[in-house]
């Protein structure tokens, strides 16, 4: 059974312009993605009318999170 954290990072955007959800990209780091690129490669995210600024900015906050 998945946990409230994981319910909720299924329902919360990640990148909005592809719509693709936050879970997609928190399982693209679990599984090792290093950078906003690696994660861009394996989801899909990134490309759309805002340029990457707004998944590539959540992308590298989880990032450093996950350095700290
Ligand atoms: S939110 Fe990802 S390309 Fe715009």
Known sequence: ?????????RLKPGCICKGIKLH?????????AD????????TNIG???CN??????KVNSLLLKKNQ
């Open 24 to 32: 997609t990209i928190l399982s693209a780091i679990e599984n090792g």
């Open 52 to 57: 990457s600024r707004r998944c590539r900015e």
């Open 1 to 9: 059974m998945p946990s409230e954290k994981e319910i909720r990072a």
């Open 47 to 49: 490309g759309g009318s």
């Open 35 to 42: 950078s906003y690129e690696e994660v861009a490669r394996r």
